[in-house]
């Protein structure tokens, strides 16, 4: 893929404290994997080079309000979230209680996402941005390639990359700047995702690639 800024964009999946931080309430799934692949220290690079070079960033949020509890019909970790309050917000036109809740961005990546520049879309409320702006915001700007980058690797990273191309878009999946959970029982999901970026993806670059290819 050839990366131009006026074609190209940045996207993160779900940057927030439940996924990213130790305090999170899914660090127990996910923070050996987050650790291993320095996904923290590899999303700051990309932000930072991004940045620097004029690059659109774009993230896409994970939000339950309590209307949500409603849903009769879950799947495995939608019901786990759930059950832990994963991504909890009071509702989606209240932020009490959202400053560095679960639900709030990892500190250390709040200067870049609170620039006034990054683009925040509505929140997907499954897996994929088939339930949010995402698409419209990308088509707006003239945006027809994808750096991708996030959590949770095998979940709504893999989904917003499959809808991506089925809607048409490039996409570069960033392997460092992704991870995934373990289950004693369902297995790891970064390593289900890395064969299926593989199969689907246009290219899949480590931080450093993708930084270079930038320009």
């Known amino acids: 893929m050839d ?3 006026n074609n190209t964009a940045v996207l993160f999946i779900d940057p927030q404290n439940d996924f990213l931080s130790e305090k999170g309430v899914n660090w127990e799934l996910v923070g050996a994997s987050v650790t291993e692949n ?3 220290e590899n999303m700051e690079r990309i932000f930072k080079a991004a940045k ?3 690059y659109q960033v774009f993230i896409s949020p994970h939000y339950f309000y309590p209307t949500d509890s409603g849903w009769r019909v879950n799947g495995p970790l939608e019901t786990a979230e759930f059950g832990n309050h994963s991504f909890a917000r ?10 560095n809740s679960g639900a709030d961005w990892l500190d250390r990546f709040k200067q870049y996402i609170e620039d006034g520049k990054t683009i925040v879309v509505s929140p997907h409320k499954v897996f994929g941005p088939e339930t949010n702006d995402l698409v419209l915001q990308l088509r707006k700007r003239g945006i027809s390639k994808i750096m991708l980058g ?5 979940m709504c990273v893999e989904s917003h990359m499959r809808e991506l191309i089925e809607q048409g878009f490039e996409v570069a999946v960033i392997t460092d700047a992704i991870a995934g959970p373990r289950h004693p029982e369902w297995g790891d999901g970064y390593q289900a995702a890395m064969i299926n970026y ?3 993806a246009h290219a899949v670059l480590s931080t450093e690639e993708a930084i270079k290819n930038m320009g």
């Not at 009071?90 to 400053?99: K, P």
């Open 52 to 54: 620097a070079k004029g």
């Open 38 to 40: 320095k996904i923290i």
């Open 3 to 5: 990366f131009q800024k």
């Open 150 to 154: 996030g959590m949770l690797a095998n």
């Open 198 to 200: 593989r199969y689907h």
């Open 90 to 99: 009071s509702g989606a036109l209240n932020l009490t209680g959202f400053l």
